[in-house]
């Protein structure tokens, strides 16, 4: 079974990690897929987002998971890849109502098209890629919330280098 795992990914946590390392155990195929959002400023370029990903996926050996990037609809690029299921993490009950619309408007739009939520590990509940990205650009030290690799990435990005 093929499913995709949509997101900004701006960047990669050790929450959505945890994720994709569960994913990666249940099925046959995961598409992890970066939204293209012109309109929004976002620390990494989607092709920074991707490598960040795949450095990740090579790493833990995640031999069951793609990176691929898509614009527009989350359905188009169902469709095109042949899935029809979603998946979503969930951290907290905040996150609940914003998921249930966006699925239901994804289901309405796309018949049979299911989508799956995963609830977070609870260590990782807290974690999102704006409060890396805020912690960073305050010079905080970001390492419990995503990988060496990443921070270093984050580091070189707002020039902090020396700071943690
Ligand atoms: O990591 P994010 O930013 O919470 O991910 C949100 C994402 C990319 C899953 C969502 O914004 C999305 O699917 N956008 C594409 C446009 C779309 O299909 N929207 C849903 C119908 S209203």
Do not use: C, W
Not at 46 to 65: H, M, P, S, T
Not at 112 to 124: G, N, R
Not at 149 to 156: D, F, L, Q
């Amino acid at each position: 079974m093929k499913v995709i795992y949509p997101g900004s990914f701006d960047p990669i946590t050790i929450g959505h990690l945890d994720i994709i390392k569960r994913l990666n155990k249940m099925f046959d195929e995961v598409v992890i897929a970066i939204l293209i959002n012109e309109a929004k400023h976002s620390l990494f370029s989607i092709k920074e987002r991707k490598q960040l990903i795949e450095n990740e996926i090579k790493e833990f050996q995640l031999d069951n998971v793609k990176v691929k990037t898509f614009e527009g609809l989350l359905v188009d690029f169902a469709k095109k890849e042949n899935s029809k299921i979603i998946i979503r993490g969930l951290r907290a009950v905040t996150d609940y109502e914003y998921e249930m619309n966006i699925a239901q408007f994804n289901s309405s739009l796309y018949e049979d098209l299911e989508t799956i939520f995963l609830l977070s590990d609870p260590k990782f509940s807290f974690i999102s890629s704006s409060g890396v990205r805020e912690l960073a650009s305050f010079g905080g030290d970001v390492s419990k919330f995503v990988s060496k690799n990443v921070k270093k990435a984050i580091y070189e990005k707002n020039k902090l280098g020396g700071k943690n």
